[in-house]
């Protein structure tokens, strides 16, 4: 999968532009503030309908402006496909796939698969488990619909449940909440059992990745620590019991204490806890090291890679990284953004450079042979 063009109209600080990419290794390079990453942020905000960068659409509008515009023309194995989305200063968003309008934003997850990575996404390794669950809600989602609707569905079931938890009737909780267990845990069974299976293949994918960057100085490992396993019958059965036996508890807090939206990953390298004992570029190496094994999953589930979005990824690792990392990702499209590069990493690589000014494309220039990358 890769996309060919990308168009801008009110974004950001772009009035109307439009970028065309290659297939490979893009560049996206400029001074500071002039674009590069909010380009990225279109691409990542077509694939996925929201922002990693915002958490309203209108921050995402040009100052002055009322709406904004943007969309992709991508290509896949099963075709080409073309992704619109406007959106408005009242937050309303509108959704076209090749150009037929669709009402759920479940509907626009599959269509252009992206990986994305910036500095923010140390969040991953470094905060609060939320930020460990955001990264397999995102990447869960877009591999699957079906994952993506039960998790709408268990959240508003736990919102549901945890306003009655309020309730000062605890008569009526008692009866009325097992009604809503039932069918929490039906939702969590199908979530849990999902978020397991994708741990479980991305933790030997991301150990691999990890050595490779690290040149093989570390071992990392992962842990789940949701407390669930089997299948989703078996895990919704589980659940359903330990929420029987959690319930005084939960009426005390007002709010349900165990479930999916509690769930952890621990990182470890070399059987310390990474978040504890790590240096900010081991943190940095282990989050980079997930997004790319997050790649290889799509390509074992779709038979074709994401595209990877690595923003202001480059100045961030010693040259040795760098070349490591250009090795490791030229296989697929991928979208650099970076002020600045030493172009002796990518001397045998072909890549295109897409120099940014002012939310304009200054230059769009292919480097196809290592004597063009003098």
């Known amino acids: 999968m890769h996309i060919k063009s990308l168009f801008l109209k009110n974004f950001r600080n772009y009035r109307e532009e439009e970028i065309s990419f290659s297939e490979g290794i893009n560049i996206l390079t400029g001074e500071n503030a002039q674009g590069k990453t909010n380009a990225a942020e279109a691409i990542f905000f077509l694939c996925t309908g929201y922002s990693p960068r915002a958490n309203k659409d209108r921050l995402l509008i040009k100052s002055g402006e009322e709406q904004a515009e943007i969309s992709a023309q991508a290509t896949s194995s099963y075709g080409d496909v073309s992704v619109k989305i406007k959106f408005n200063k009242a937050d309303k968003k509108n959704i076209f796939i090749n150009g037929m309008q669709v009402l759920k934003i479940g509907e626009l997850l599959g269509n252009i698969n992206s990986v994305f990575f910036n500095p923010s996404e140390l969040k991953l390794v470094q905060e609060s488990p939320e930020d460990r669950r955001r990264f397999l809600n995102v990447s869960l989602s877009q591999m699957s619909k079906s994952y993506f609707y039960a998790l709408l569905r268990y959240n508003k079931i736990l919102a549901q449940r945890n306003n009655l938890?309020?309730?000062?009737?605890?008569?009526?909780?008692?009866?009325?909440?097992?009604?809503?267990?039932?069918?929490?845990?039906?939702?969590?069974?199908?979530?849990?059992?999902?978020?397991?299976?994708?741990?479980?293949?991305?933790?030997?994918?991301?150990?691999?990745?990890?050595?490779?960057?690290?040149?093989?100085?570390?071992?990392?490992?992962?842990?789940t620590e949701s407390g669930y396993y089997g299948s989703e019958e078996d895990i919704a059965f589980a659940l359903f019991s330990d929420l029987k036996t959690a319930l005084e508890r939960d009426i005390r807090l007002g709010f349900t204490s165990i479930g999916p939206h509690r769930d952890d990953i621990k990182f470890m390298l070399n059987d310390m806890d990474v978040r504890v004992y790590g240096s900010q570029g081991q943190q940095r190496t282990v989050a980079l090291s997930l997004k790319l094994a997050e790649t290889e999953i799509f390509y074992n589930r779709f038979n074709e890679y994401p595209i990877l979005i690595l923003d202001d990824v480059l100045s961030e690792l010693d040259k040795k990284r760098q070349r490591k990392l250009v090795g490791a990702v030229e296989h697929l499209q991928t979208i650099f953004t970076a002020t600045a590069f030493d172009r002796t990493i990518f001397r045998d690589k072909s890549f295109t450079k897409i120099v940014i000014e002012n939310g304009k494309v200054k230059s769009n220039k292919k480097f196809s042979t290592p004597l063009e990358n003098k």
């Open 165 to 223: 938890l309020k309730d000062p009737d605890v008569s009526l909780i008692k009866d009325t909440l097992p009604i809503w267990d039932e069918q929490l845990s039906k939702e969590a069974g199908k979530i849990i059992k999902a978020r397991n299976d994708f741990l479980l293949e991305l933790s030997p994918i991301a150990e691999e990745k990890h050595a490779l960057l690290s040149g093989g100085k570390e071992t990392l490992k992962m842990k």
